[in-house]
């Protein structure tokens, strides 16, 4: 099960939010708990930034509406009777385009929970939201979302990882490549 929510933060707030965060994986508590290892999130390749365009057939920097990229993640766990609550947290940052538009941007991400055999067993996409403008062509979101992982062994909990990352469309996907000269 995965549930968010998110909320902007100044840089400050941002900072001491994942410290804490980094603070809470693999810490102690029981026995078990020692053995218990929170996972760490994994950045999917191409998926940590995103370009943008306004609607149309124009791609060049003039037409860019917005770009984003994935700046942090970090997760956090603590041990239940059967299950992993894990709470995750990504750091989405965002900034206006020459094409920005008075709509909303919406920056695509996503979280999928993989077990051991590299099965996703968990997945859902879902948005950060800006307010973009001239005057206003940055933003920052903290967006935090609960897992459950369920085991029935401690060491089930070894193979669990977890993939995030920004979900560009095909075209966006391709623009990433030819810019990273790839």
Known sequence: MISSKNAALSPTALALGLAL???????GGSSNDARVVCPSPLTVQDASRIT?????PGRDPRDIAYEAALVSTGSACSLGR?????TLV?????TAGPSVSAAPSRVPY?????????NVVQGQDFTADFRLSRANPRGE??????LRLPFSQL????????????????????????????
């Open 52 to 56: 943008h365009f306004k609607d149309g």
């Open 110 to 118: 996503f979280v999928r929970v993989i077990d051991a055999g590299g």
């Open 90 to 94: 990504m750091v989405v940052a965002v």
């Open 141 to 146: 979101s903290r967006e935090e979302l609960a």
């Open 155 to 182: 060491s089930d909990l070894g193979g669990y990882r977890i993939a995030v990352g920004l979900k560009p469309s095909p075209e966006e996907l391709n623009y990433n490549r030819r810019a990273a000269g790839r």
């Open 82 to 86: 059967s299950e992993l609550d894990v």
């Open 21 to 27: 965060a980094v603070a809470g994986c693999g810490g």
